[in-house]
């Protein structure tokens, strides 16, 4: 998923983790760690300074879309 200014992109993966991507450059940002199960889906908040996780392990997070913390 697209932050709304399209200068960062959100993934999840089936290893457990999210990463935030700087879409002009392709340079890893962040990686998100804490889920024990794959994510399935993940978003930026309307405001782009929070992500959102779900996992198979039964969570959603909210994260801090600047510095990764819960």
Do not use: P, Y
Not at 2 to 16: E, I, Q
Not at 30 to 58: E, K, M, P, Q, Y
């Amino acid at each position: 998923k697209f932050s709304k200014d399209g200068r960062r992109a959100v993934t999840a993966s089936d290893d457990h983790t999210a990463k935030i991507w700087d879409t002009l450059t392709g340079t890893l940002l962040l990686t998100l760690r804490g889920h024990t199960d794959w994510l399935n889906a993940c978003d930026f908040s309307f405001d782009g300074t929070r992500v959102i996780t779900a996992s198979n392990d039964r969570t959603a997070r909210v994260w801090n879309a600047e510095n990764g913390t819960l």
